[in-house]
């Protein structure tokens, strides 16, 4: 597609509970990206795919999260065994494998653990 | 700890006025800088990047660097109510595609 697509919108899970969260790249895009927003604007980079490869997991917080994109299915991050300070807004991005390094960001997912 | 550094605001300007945004960097070898948008509750929003030292303008944007001072700006000129928003300042390391190291951001106001 045009757009970096995510879902879903919200999701709201008990502390101790499982999250998963999908992302489509924009068609055509190699690089997927990861980030978590949380405090208003404080930005926080969690891993990087070059198609199905991961390039940079240097973010990743290694015990609860994880993440994955596979051919022809959407990316996904998954949290195991949720913390309420695992409450943000993760934000996937995607870019083209040529030039600058431009990053194009999807609609967010919202999680709230409580 | 690379870090990016912005002026939280709120920074208000009068409409029509120019908003001079600042951002400076830690990190030397830093290559290429963009400038999003996000408005409250939405998704950032690509406006600009650059990578030569100097200015490059984009209608009403423009975009200056200064590697030597480890500092880039955005200007908008002809500042719109549709202008107020969260702009972020964001880093890469090289020209590929590694991760952005992104600033806090500065609050906008254009005051009609």
């Known amino acids: 597609g045009e757009e970096v697509a995510q879902t879903p919108k919200h999701l709201v899970r008990g502390e101790g509970q499982k999250a998963k969260l999908y992302c489509a790249p924009i068609k055509g895009h190699s690089y997927v990206f990861w980030y978590q927003q949380v405090l208003k604007n404080e930005f926080k980079f969690l891993i990087s795919?070059?198609?199905?490869?991961?390039?940079?997991e240097t973010g990743m917080p290694k015990e609860r999260f994880s993440a994955k994109c596979l051919p022809n299915s959407p990316c996904s991050l998954e949290i195991q065994a949720t913390k309420l300070e695992d409450s943000a807004v993760y934000f996937c991005?995607?870019?083209?494998?040529?030039?600058?390094?431009?990053?194009?960001f999807g609609p967010g997912t919202r999680l709230t653990v409580l | 700890q690379k870090e990016v550094e912005q002026n939280s605001g709120p920074l208000s300007v009068p409409e029509g006025a120019i908003a001079s945004l600042n951002c400076t960097y830690s990190d030397r070898g830093s290559q290429s800088f963009f400038w999003y948008r996000q408005y409250s509750g939405k998704s950032p929003e690509l406006i600009m990047f650059i990578y030569s030292n100097g200015d490059k303008e984009d209608g009403r944007f423009t975009a200056q660097l200064n590697k030597a001072s480890q500092y880039v700006s955005l200007l908008i000129r002809d500042s719109q109510p549709s202008d107020s928003a969260t702009y972020l300042c964001a880093v890469n390391d090289n020209f590929g595609n590694e991760k952005l190291t992104f600033g806090t951001g500065t609050r906008l106001t254009i005051i009609p």
């Open positions: 795919f070059q198609n199905e490869n991961v390039f940079d």
């Open positions: 991005a995607s870019s083209h494998n040529e030039g600058v390094n431009e990053q194009f």
